[in-house]
C-alpha cells in the first residue's frame, strides 16, 4: 500500500490504517518522546496521546515535507506539554551571558544508545530540551526560542551548557 493510500485511509479513520501507522512508527516516535522525557511511563503517556493527535488531525497534514518528519514534530510537541505539565523547564545558567566555549562538541569513542539517553537523563530539563530540539531535530534557535517561550540568547547557552556537561559527564564514564 502506498503512503499516499495510508494517508486516505487515515483520514477516513479507518482503523486498520491507524494500526499500521502505530506498528510502523510507535518505536521510533517512543524513542523521540523517551530523549525528552525521563520515565518510561511519561514517554509511554506522550506516545499514545501524540498517535491520539496523528489520527485526530491528520487533516492538518499537508503533505509539506515527510509524514514521519510530521509525525515526530507531532510527538515532540506532546513530549513537550507532558514536561511541561510534570515539571517546569528550569534554564540553569540563565542570566543572558553565552558561556565562554568552543562549539566543537564530538563523541569519540563507540556509545550505545543506551549510555547516551542515560546521559541526557542526567542533564537539567532546560540542558536536555534544548540539545534534543536542536541537535537532533535539528531545530534552529529561534525557532527554539519561539517553541519554548525563551529568549535565543537562553536557547544558544542551554546547548553551550549541555555540551559541557556532557562533557564531563562522558569524562567521568571514561570517553
Not at 514517554?43 to 515527510?66: H, P, R, W
Not at 553551550?160 to 562533557?167: C, N, Q, V
Request: with cysteine; net charge neutral; glycine share 6%.
Amino acid at each position: 500500500m502506498s503512503e499516499q493510500d495510508l494517508l486516505e485511509r487515515l483520514r477516513a479513520q479507518d482503523r486498520s490504517a491507524q494500526k499500521l501507522i502505530y506498528e510502523r512508527y510507535a518505536a521510533l516516535m517512543f524513542s523521540v518522546c523517551r530523549r525528552y522525557l525521563k520515565s518510561r511511563e511519561d514517554a509511554e503517556d506522550a506516545l499514545v496521546s501524540g498517535m491520539y493527535k496523528v489520527f485526530t488531525l491528520i487533516d492538518t497534514y499537508t503533505g509539506a515535507g515527510s509524514f514521519e518528519g510530521w509525525i515526530r514534530r507531532v510527538m515532540v510537541n506532546e513530549a513537550l506539554m507532558k514536561l511541561r505539565k510534570n515539571q517546569p523547564l528550569v534554564f540553569p545558567g540563565d542570566d543572558g551571558l553565552l558561556p565562554e566555549s568552543s562549539d566543537s562538541f564530538s563523541i569519540e569513542a563507540e556509545i550505545s544508545a543506551r549510555e547516551i539517553l542515560e546521559l541526557l537523563d542526567q542533564l537539567p530539563n532546560g540542558y536536555r530540551t534544548v540539545f534534543n530540539l536542536y541537535v537532533l531535530e535539528g531545530m534552529k534557535h529561534h525557532e527554539i526560542a519561539e517553541m519554548l517561550g525563551i529568549s535565543i540568547n537562553t536557547s544558544k547557552s542551554q546547548l553551550l551548557l549541555a555540551k559541557e556537561k556532557l562533557r564531563s559527564l562522558l569524562k567521568k564514564k571514561g570517553f
